[in-house]
């Protein structure tokens, strides 16, 4: 049994259920990681095969269940249908399951799947594309600000504070990289994805959010040049650390945090 806002229920229909709405929100990451870039509408054209350009039907649509029924092909065309549609749609649809495990079925369970499934489109946009769009970042932010305001997702102050410090922080990183490398060493997206994370995790577990992305980047970087001399002098985006580090403080932030103070005797 889970508990819900409507009392006890099984496990597994509620999962099943947040797994097909996970995989909802999966189909329209899809949507996000392919026109933000090319910033054209989301709503306009609707969905169609890239190849015949023919709309698809609704029963053609069914996230991961129409790829798989119709064998990775468009019905019209018979043209190759990318295998990232069914794998974005099934992570998303585990993301929300994860979630709800994690967070329970109620607002802070919507709030962290639609984080991270919103998580996994900012790295492979910007993994492709060196950008972390706003229009993801912004309305993630609001649903963390929103969830503090009036739901039990974190104290508000807290999440005001901690969406400042975010924003702040990067900023600064940001004015101070391109006067010291005279270039952007750091994207507005950066910024905003700062106050995102702040909006769920607290000042302090953004200001451990950031030290994690940086450990995790440097430790990329020297495993990189310690099998690869070649790569010296390449850059990564920044954002996909910065996701990991988010989730990675979701879950054992906190919980480092006061082991941190109470090894310290604070």
């Known amino acids: 049994m889970i508990s819900t806002p409507w009392g006890d229920l099984p496990a597994i229909p509620v999962y099943l259920v947040v797994a097909f709405l996970g995989a909802s929100f999966g189909s329209l990451a899809n949507v996000l990681i392919y026109r933000l870039p090319a910033e054209v509408s989301l709503l306009r054209p609707p969905s169609r095969c890239p190849q015949c350009e023919k709309p698809i039907s609704w029963y053609d649509n069914i996230p991961v269940l129409s790829w798989l029924i119709l064998g990775g092909k468009c019905r019209s065309c018979k043209a190759s249908i990318a295998l990232q549609y069914p794998l974005i749609e099934a992570s998303s649809g585990v993301l929300a399951c994860v979630a709800v495990w994690k967070w329970g079925v109620g607002y802070s369970g919507m709030a962290h799947g639609l984080l991270l499934i919103g998580l996994l489109a900012l790295v492979i946009i910007d993994l ?4 972390l769009p706003f229009a993801i970042t912004i309305p993630l932010t609001a649903i963390g600000l929103l969830g503090a ?5 974190r104290p508000l102050g807290s999440a005001l504070i901690g969406a400042g410090v975010g924003f702040g922080v990067f900023l600064l990183l940001l004015v101070v990289g391109k006067w010291v490398f005279k270039k952007e060493a750091m994207g507005g997206g950066d910024v905003v994805f700062g106050a995102m994370a702040g909006s769920f995790l607290g000042w302090l577990q953004t200001l451990l959010m950031i030290f994690v992305a940086s450990g995790l980047g440097t430790l990329l970087a020297l495993i990189l040049l310690t099998l690869r001399k070649d790569v010296a002098g ?4 920044f954002g996909p650390f910065l996701a990991v580090a988010l989730v990675i403080c979701l879950i054992w932030g906190q919980s480092f945090i006061d082991w ?7």
């Open 260 to 266: 941190y103070f109470h090894t310290l005797g604070l």
């Open 149 to 153: 305001a009036f739901f039990d997702l």
């Open 128 to 131: 492709r594309h060196w950008l």
């Open 234 to 237: 390449r850059s990564v985006p």
